[in-house]
């Protein structure tokens, strides 16, 4: 063999598979900058690193977390979901009405929560992966009906304002004094991030990300998978409203507001490609913790909470624009 | 004896291990054919490139017309005559004929009115027997050659290149060429002819170069006595490398593949069958259905006929079926649909293994880890680790994991486009050697390659393709390489096939109605009967819907609905999209809450007016350089800039306050009778817009720049300017919107604007404009605009609730965008389903 098939390779060399994939560059980015971010919250507004502070917005990043981890599944079979808002709006109005506010019938009302929100994700799956339609004005618009049908059936519940107390007192309890929600989104990144590593399905699901020409000449049910993002998508998003909405208790309409450019923001600083395939749940929950303590920082600056949308627009600019950069880089 | 017209003299260039041309000599002159012979890889298309300014010669002077080029620039060569005939990507394929001609020739040679006049001149003059009008998507490729050709002299070059240009026509098209280049060369035209069918050039040219490993092998006068063995071996020469392995002696005859009736758009009536251990080559000049012959197998390629594998019926409906039936297809485009650039070497190899890995559900990472060792010694492929991303390997490697990938799949037939194409000499014959190892037990292999002498090497049996029939089997002795090359460049028969399926039912309709779209006029009068209908049923059920008091209010909310939805089709006319308009409409609103406030100063109005348009263009210019120069795609980018946007108007007012200056609503809601100045106003933006993109070269640009970015680069086109041009116009717009919005809710909302960024882009598309970009008008944005206002007034009146009204916007818009755009995805669904079994397709097959 001649030495000159090597050509790169030696040089292409990446940390991959000797250390876990969170400690690869793209993926690494956003914890050196959460604890760049720390570092200087704690010089500069120590109050913000307290212990109680942080334990009080940890259950935020954990939503946005489970949010993001949706748009993350959606991202990396090179789609884009913007329904997510309306999808987290329907299931906790779902959740209040079917509930009633009695822990009776808690659980049918989160079966029917999680169901519908499956179900919306599994019509932007079967319109944008079987149909080839447009990923950004499909999930607009199916937004724009779900929102349509929550508005209408938030009508005929207006009896109804809180949540079924035990799903309010489970929402806010903390195990070990950890905020449950953060245990919980901690089991879903990692039972995530096990099944798209180390399962047939996560790894095909990645060759469909990647290439999904490719993935179709070798014999892989691309539609499958891409429609599978959208609705394993829409259950994240139905677990989050549930959460959430346990959370604050009286959840209104606006309650899935935050949720339309944050998790986008979270996936793409936690280094997913959006030209498919690369993503890691790890670093993406990084992101959404960076980007709660920036929310925090922003408010105890006493600056309007508004600039967090720009910083998100900036930060997903960047991001995006790092990330093409290193793509392009390593094509070459 | 007339001027060269075109003269090299001394040309050499150099590509990194390999010499393309060697000190080439190489003249035409005015008036005569000079064709170049030459296999693939010989250099002639760098000849090609070369005098047309493409290619840098490392070399040798050129002229043209006794001229030097000095630059050799693409547009210096046009400049001194030198006109070339591309294959592909240089017709907008969605325009017309006339339009294509006009948009090659320079600005203001010609005014635009007369593009139609022009053209019947020019296809006449040239006796080419093709409407102006048609579209060139639907011309035939023979057609679209003709016209590529009238584009080219149009500016009456003094030399002509044609590259390949009968490759894809047939014996008729054939002729009518002939007759074309005799005109021309009538006319004092000198024509380089590049081409692979010798008896078209034996006709044809007056001289013949030949061509072979980039060293010129003599120049001669086509005489009746010019022999045709004589030039083909001149021009293949080599003697066949002792280095390709022996073939073995076939030890069975059992047929592995058997392929019976195959036939397609490209290829007609192809069967043949592979057997065990043995290697079929595949050969033909370019672009004969080969490859779509090859994917066809494998349900890449739509066909109709019947595959075998080990006696067993393959369903060829998908790669899936096909490799579970044992039948798998390994492709030449191997960025593309080959490998997974990004991902590991290893992953790169192990995909259909995966199942056997799985212990407990879980991936078995030692067991992945050793097969992928073992693979990779096996293959030979060499990485310096198994997780080195395929990519950054060279291309025998990465052909070699891919190779290893295919081999053990568990697929006995495999099918190999290009098997060695940008692979180095050292891994070629590792490869070959490994395709002969591993179909020596149970398998067979079937091989594609524009490489005569490869598959002279390595195949046991070579089935040679002329314009998609099978026209010779070469085995044995037969077998070499110098006869694959002369039964291409000999054939002369030979019908293309043409067997486009006709669509069925529904999806017929369904075609009828995509066809409908792609004249800009025909969504309008859909549109204008729906608005009607509703209109309607809105004056049956609701007494106030006439009122003149309801007709201004509908009116005047129709004005930003009406204006962003304009803003969005300039964006979407070049194939991108703006989502941040609505937020940028909320920003405004909030800026003439402070800029335009209430009690300040009629200046001011003029004033803040123009700080707000301002604002709208700075956005939108900030889209356009972040899309066009920054490499990200617009979606991410706008979604961006929404957020950025949103986020400044809701620090400008947090929440809704500020009163804007009574003045100014006023002025901007002022009305005659019930029809409000804002209406006439959309009117005259939607003609003048429409006149602008219809009826004017700029117009043109923008729609060439959105169906064929590339196309439209090459007949010269500023495309950056152009997209641009229209994110700018787009912030513009969005601002202007913002205004009429501000008039209306008359206080700094800073949200008020979130819903339009939906409706500008259902309202646009229900006007007609497309989201693959180059279709629209604005006289349709501004229809789509009223349906949806009406659409909301109606509801609004039935007594309906609101949430209905959001529910029907969205509804709308999943039906605007099916019918344009997901039509003919559904159409391949049907026919899919209803696709006839094997069996039934053998017997209609006579």
């Known amino acids: 063999m001649s030495a000159t098939h090597t050509t790169k390779s030696s040089r292409q060399t990446r940390t991959g598979g000797v250390l876990p994939h969170f400690a690869e560059p793209r993926f690494a980015a956003i914890w050196v900058a959460l604890a760049a971010m720390l570092l200087v919250d704690a010089i500069f507004l120590p109050h913000s690193v307290e212990l109680s502070t942080i334990l009080a917005v940890l259950p935020f990043a954990a939503f946005l977390a489970i949010g993001a981890a949706g748009q993350t599944l959606v991202l990396m079979t090179r789609g884009i979901d913007l329904s997510v808002p309306s999808i987290v709006s329907l299931s906790s109005v779902v959740l209040l009405g079917v509930s009633g506010a009695q822990d009776g019938r808690l659980w049918l009302a989160m079966a029917a929560a999680l169901f519908l929100a499956m179900l919306v994700g599994t019509i932007n799956g079967v319109l944008i992966a079987v149909l080839k339609l447009n990923a950004l004005i499909v999930t607009l618009a199916v937004g724009s009906i779900v929102m349509g049908i929550a508005i209408a059936y938030s009508q005929s519940v207006t009896a109804i304002s809180s949540v079924p107390p035990s799903l309010a007192a489970f929402s806010s309890s903390r195990i070990l004094g950890i905020p449950v929600d953060a245990l919980f989104a901690l089991v879903l990144m990692v039972v995530a991030t096990l099944a798209l590593r180390k399962t047939v399905i996560g790894r095909r699901f990645e060759l469909v990300g990647t290439n999904p020409a490719a993935a179709h000449t070798i014999g892989v049910p691309v539609r499958r998978y891409q429609a599978g993002a959208y609705i394993l998508a829409g259950l994240l998003y139905g677990l989050m409203a549930i959460l959430l909405a346990g959370f604050i208790q009286n959840p209104t309409l606006q309650i899935g507001d935050p949720y339309l450019l944050a998790p986008i923001a979270a996936a793409v600083l936690g280094g997913t490609a959006l030209t498919g395939g690369i993503g890691s749940m790890i670093s993406v929950s990084g992101a959404a913790m960076f980007l709660i303590q920036l929310e925090q920082s922003i408010k105890m600056l006493g600056l309007p909470s508004a600039g967090q949308m720009i910083i998100e627009g900036v930060a997903i600019a960047l991001g995006m624009y790092l990330s093409e950069r290193s793509g392009t880089r390593r094509r070459k | ?846």
């Open chain 2, 1 to 846: 004896m007339p001027d060269a017209v075109l003269e090299l003299k001394d040309v050499s260039k150099n590509y990194p291990g390999v010499r393309a041309l060697d000190h080439v000599d190489f003249d035409c002159r005015a008036g005569e054919v000079h064709a170049i012979l030459g296999e693939n890889g010989s250099g002639k298309s760098t000849l090609m490139k070369i005098a047309s300014g493409v290619v840098i010669p490392d070399t040798g002077t050129i002229k043209i017309d006794g001229k030097s080029v000095s630059q050799n620039s693409a547009s210096e060569v046009a400049g001194l005559g030198l006109a070339t005939v591309y294959q592909d990507d240089s017709l907008v394929l969605e325009m017309s004929v006339a339009q294509n001609l006009f948009l090659a020739l320079p600005r203001g040679a010609l005014p635009y009115g007369e593009m139609r006049q022009s053209a019947v001149e020019k296809l006449s003059t040239l006796e080419v027997d093709i409407s102006p009008d048609a579209i060139v998507g639907d011309l035939t490729p023979a057609q679209r050659q003709f016209v590529e050709i009238v584009k080219a002299v149009q500016t009456d070059p003094k030399v002509l290149l044609l590259d390949e240009p009968t490759a894809t026509l047939d014996n008729d098209g054939v002729r009518k060429l002939t007759a074309l280049v005799r005109n021309l060369t009538g006319r004092g035209t000198g024509i380089v002819y590049v081409s692979h069918r010798l008896p078209e050039i034996l006709d044809l040219a007056d001289r013949i170069t030949i061509l072979r490993d980039g060293v010129e092998r003599g120049t001669f006068p086509v005489t009746p006595d010019l022999s045709e063995h004589d030039l083909i071996s001149l021009m293949v020469g080599r003697d066949i490398d002792s280095e390709y392995g022996a073939k073995p002696d076939r030890v069975s005859d059992f047929r592995v593949l058997q392929v019976m009736g195959l036939s397609g758009e490209d290829f007609h009536d192809i069967s043949f069958a592979a057997r065990v251990g043995e290697i079929v080559g595949i050969a033909g000049a370019e672009g004969n259905g080969q490859r779509e012959m090859m994917r066809a197998i494998v349900g890449l390629e739509d066909a109709t006929g019947t595959v075998e594998c080990q006696g067993r019926t393959v369903d060829t409906s998908s790669p899936r079926a096909a490799l579970k039936g044992g039948v798998l297809f390994l492709s030449s485009d191997r960025k593309g649909e080959a490998i997974f650039p990004e991902l590991s070497v290893q992953k790169n190899m192990v995909p259909s293994l995966l199942g056997t890995f799985a212990r407990g559900g879980f991936l078995s990472l030692g067991a992945e880890r050793r097969k992928a060792e073992a693979m990779k010694r096996d293959f030979g492929v060499v990485a310096s680790t198994l997780d080195t991303p395929v990519v950054g390997l060279s291309g025998g490697n990465q052909q070699k994991s891919v190779l290893a990938r295919s081999f053990r799949s568990g697929a006995k037939a495999i099918l190999i486009d290009e098997p060695t194409q940008g692979v180095d000499a050292g891994a070629r014959f590792e490869i070959y050697k490994a395709i002969r190892e591993n179909i020596a037990q149970d398998g067979t292999c079937v091989v594609n390659s524009s490489d005569a002498q490869e598959l002279a090497g390595i195949c046991d049996r070579v089935l040679v393709l002329s314009r998609g029939r099978i026209v010779r089997e070469l085995e044995g002795d037969e077998l070499t390489e110098e006869n694959i090359v002369s039964s291409f460049l000999s054939v002369r028969g030979g019908r293309r096939a043409d067997s486009r399926s006709e669509s069925v039912g529904i999806a017929a309709l369904a075609r009828t109605l995509i066809n409908g779209s792609a004249i800009w006029w025909v969504p309008l009068l859909f549109l204008v009967g729906l608005i009607f209908v509703v209109g309607f049923y809105a004056a049956q059920s609701s007494p106030v819907f006439l009122k003149s008091i309801n007709i201004r209010f509908t009116l005047l909310a129709l004005a930003p609905a009406a204006l962003v939805a304009m803003a969005q089709l300039n964006v979407l006319l070049v194939g991108g999209i703006d989502v941040s308009v609505g937020a940028l409409m909320s920003l405004i609103v909030v800026t003439a809450s402070f800029m335009i406030a209430q009690g300040a100063p009629s200046a001011m109005l003029v004033l803040g007016a123009i700080l707000c348009l301002c604002v709208g263009a700075l956005v939108g210019l900030c889209n356009g350089f972040v899309v066009r120069f920054g490499g990200i795609n617009a979606v991410i980018t706008t979604i961006a800039t929404l957020s950025i946007v949103q986020g400044f108007a809701l620090i400008g007012r947090p929440t809704p306050g500020g009163l804007i200056s009574t003045n100014f609503t006023e002025l901007l809601k002022s009305h005659f009778g019930f029809l409000p100045v804002s209406s006439l106003l959309l009117i005259v933006f939607a003609v003048s817009g429409d006149i602008w993109l219809h009826r004017s070269r700029t117009g043109l640009e923008i729609k060439a720049t959105g169906f064929r970015e590339e196309a439209a680069r090459r007949n010269g086109v500023q495309v950056t300017f152009v997209h641009l041009r229209a994110y700018l116009m787009s912030g513009l717009m969005a601002a202007l919107a913002g205004l009429f919005l501000g008039a209306q809710v008359s206080v700094g909302h800073p949200t008020v604007g979130q819903n339009f960024a939906l409706s500008s882009i259902a309202a646009a598309v229900l006007g007609g404009a497309s989201l693959a970009g180059g279709r629209g008008s604005f006289t349709g944005a501004l229809l789509g605009a009223m349906f949806f206002t009406l659409m909301i007034n109606v509801i609004s009146l039935v007594g309906l609730s609101s949430s209905v009204g959001v529910i029907a916007g969205g509804v709308m818009t999943l039906l605007a965008i099916f019918l344009y755009s997901g039509l003919a995805e559904f159409e391949h669904l049907v026919k899919r389903l209803f696709r006839p079994s094997p069996a039934t397709v053998a017997s209609q097959q006579e």
